[in-house]
């Protein structure tokens, strides 16, 4: 309600009014559109695809919707039978190994099986506590590497590698899996329409298969419901799944 009355302060009548009816049932949410992802997990033309779920709501930088609210539980579920379900552990949880044993915790009695992946929240991490942290908490997997500004290889590469710590002169059971573009990176720091965007990591694909990498795209739900302000994005992402296939 809060974000229907902050609709209303901009001039986003529409928005508000959109939210409402949500809210009152009166209309469904246009976020609330996971059939594609599970139609494109389903379809082979991708090796994998991960759900990485928010479990942590009501602080400046976690919104999602309530762990225990019957409907997000029966799309997380519904998730599962086609994707790999990961944690997107929540901002703080960097910080405080607490917050992320209890971020796990919460959607691990909805899966009902134990969480091998995770993405961190904001790609924030401590290093190189968080991945300490990561490994004591049982993850295996992580996909936090990347730039939030730009496309491109952070680590250089794009070929998982196991994390190797440094300070303990160790390699250790953690796999860091190198993303090379992200939506919002694309669209929020560089001004991307959908069409852009789609060229852009259409091209950072070809790279990865001139080097028989693997290429790794993040996309959110904003960008997936083709609502609003996202129209035109879920058609980009086919383009770029239908390119960069094996």
């Given at each position: 309600m809060a974000a229907a009355v902050r609709d209303v302060g901009i001039?986003?009548?529409?928005g508000s009014l959109l939210r409402t009816k949500v809210l009152a049932g009166g209309t469904a949410d246009p976020f609330d559109h996971y059939e594609p992802l599970v139609g494109i997990a389903r379809s082979g033309k991708v090796d994998r695809v991960i759900a990485f779920l928010l479990m942590r709501g009501g602080g400046r930088f976690d919104h999602a919707s309530d762990h225990q609210y019957p409907l997000l539980r029966q799309r997380i579920n519904e998730l599962q039978q086609a994707c790999t379900i990961g944690i997107h552990p929540s901002y703080e949880s960097s910080q405080d190994v607490n917050i992320l044993e209890e971020d796990i915790a919460r959607l691990g009695k909805i899966t009902a099986g134990?969480?091998?992946?995770?993405?961190?929240?904001f790609l924030r991490w401590h290093f190189p506590n968080t991945l300490r942290e990561l490994i004591e908490v049982g993850v295996n997997e992580d996909h936090t590497l990347g730039f939030s500004d730009r496309p491109g290889f952070r680590?250089?590469?794009c070929t998982p590698f196991p994390w190797y710590d440094l300070a303990r002169e160790e390699e250790t059971t953690?796999?860091?899996w190198p993303f090379a573009t992200m939506d919002s990176a694309l669209h929020d720091r560089m001004g991307m329409g959908p069409e852009d965007a789609a060229r852009t990591m259409m091209a950072v694909s070809d790279a990865v298969r001139a080097v028989k990498?693997?290429?790794?795209?993040?996309?959110?739900?904003?960008?997936?419901?083709g609502h609003d302000t996202w129209r035109g994005w879920p058609e980009a992402l086919h383009t770029v799944v239908e390119h960069a296939r094996p």
């Amino acid at each position: 309600m809060a974000a229907a009355v902050r609709d209303v302060g901009i001039g986003k009548f529409s928005g508000s009014l959109l939210r409402t009816k949500v809210l009152a049932g009166g209309t469904a949410d246009p976020f609330d559109h996971y059939e594609p992802l599970v139609g494109i997990a389903r379809s082979g033309k991708v090796d994998r695809v991960i759900a990485f779920l928010l479990m942590r709501g009501g602080g400046r930088f976690d919104h999602a919707s309530d762990h225990q609210y019957p409907l997000l539980r029966q799309r997380i579920n519904e998730l599962q039978q086609a994707c790999t379900i990961g944690i997107h552990p929540s901002y703080e949880s960097s910080q405080d190994v607490n917050i992320l044993e209890e971020d796990i915790a919460r959607l691990g009695k909805i899966t009902a099986g134990p969480l091998k992946v995770s993405r961190q929240h904001f790609l924030r991490w401590h290093f190189p506590n968080t991945l300490r942290e990561l490994i004591e908490v049982g993850v295996n997997e992580d996909h936090t590497l990347g730039f939030s500004d730009r496309p491109g290889f952070r680590a250089g590469t794009c070929t998982p590698f196991p994390w190797y710590d440094l300070a303990r002169e160790e390699e250790t059971t953690l796999m860091l899996w190198p993303f090379a573009t992200m939506d919002s990176a694309l669209h929020d720091r560089m001004g991307m329409g959908p069409e852009d965007a789609a060229r852009t990591m259409m091209a950072v694909s070809d790279a990865v298969r001139a080097v028989k990498g693997t290429y790794v795209t993040v996309w959110h739900d904003r960008f997936l419901s083709g609502h609003d302000t996202w129209r035109g994005w879920p058609e980009a992402l086919h383009t770029v799944v239908e390119h960069a296939r094996p």
